[in-house]
């Protein structure tokens, strides 16, 4: 598969769990996440979170998309994205399952195109269907000389 589409964010631990995340895009905002007490204080989303934002997101760009092509009608969808957590057989906290809800304003449901497109717009949402299929993901530990400490690789025999 090719890397033409590759792209690189960087985070950097601020203090106790609050992280400052710095897109590769340099008109976005850096995001300050953290996580719930007991560990954080909530000053911004955690990972759960943002993996729901980014499923609604994508689905909503695509719908959109799809409706109205390059002049989506403004405030014409409005998108509620649900996790239900679970405690997996280790007793871990897992993300069980999301629900996203996408609601249409009158005239994006009145469009013509609507019907094609409600069988189609989620084929085109890269971050849904990446999670629907699960996503193969290698984790490494560096020391700050960039030495590895561990990997998550799966060895080749």
Not at 57 to 79: G, I
Not at 123 to 145: H, K, N, Q, T, Y
């Amino acid at each position: 598969m090719s890397e033409a589409g590759r792209f690189t964010i960087h985070l950097q631990q601020q203090a106790d769990y609050r992280i400052l995340v710095q897109f590769d895009w340099k008109k976005a905002a850096d995001l300050l996440m953290d996580e719930p007490p007991p560990l954080g204080e909530t000053a911004g989303p955690n990972a759960s979170r943002l993996l729901a934002a980014a499923a609604a997101n994508c689905l909503s760009a695509s719908l959109l998309y799809c409706l109205a092509k390059d002049e989506p009608p403004p405030e014409s969808l409005r998108t509620e994205a649900t996790c239900v957590l679970v405690r997996n057989e280790k007793k871990r906290l897992r993300i069980g399952r999301m629900e996203v809800k996408l609601i249409l304003a009158q005239e994006l449901a009145d469009s013509r195109r609507f019907d094609r497109c409600k069988t189609l717009f989620e084929e085109f949402c890269v971050v849904s269907a990446s999670i629907r299929a699960g996503i193969p993901m290698e984790v490494s530990v560096l020391d700050e000389a960039g030495n590895l400490l561990h990997s998550s690789q799966e060895k080749k025999d």
